[in-house]
């Protein structure tokens, strides 16, 4: 298995599905659904001199909806975005 070690203040996330139906039982079809705006962090590079990365590999994370580019690595899809793209961490 290959893996993709991200450079600099770069992170690797896997998005998490965007939901299926609506709390009410209604399945959205695929063209109505939102790009996904959460996701796993998977990988991240090493910071930059004087700015440490503040994220870490497992967090669960908010991002804008047209942060990162999109790659595709073994069959998955994943984004390669800057830690900067990242708007919050999820705790609890």
Not at 22 to 44: C, H, N, R, W, Y
Not at 75 to 91: R, S, T, W
């Amino acid at each position: 298995m290959s893996t993709l070690k991200p450079l600099a203040d770069r992170v690797l996330v896997e998005p998490i599905p965007a939901e299926e139906k609506t709390a009410s039982g209604i399945i959205i079809p695929d063209a109505a659904k939102e790009k996904p705006l959460k996701g796993t962090i998977v990988a991240i590079g090493n910071g930059k001199k004087d700015e440490p990365m503040t994220v870490k590999e497992g967090d669960t994370v908010l991002y804008g909806q047209y942060s990162g580019t999109e790659i595709k690595l073994e069959g998955k899809n994943y984004l390669i975005m800057k830690e900067a793209d990242i708007y919050g961490v999820f705790q609890g």
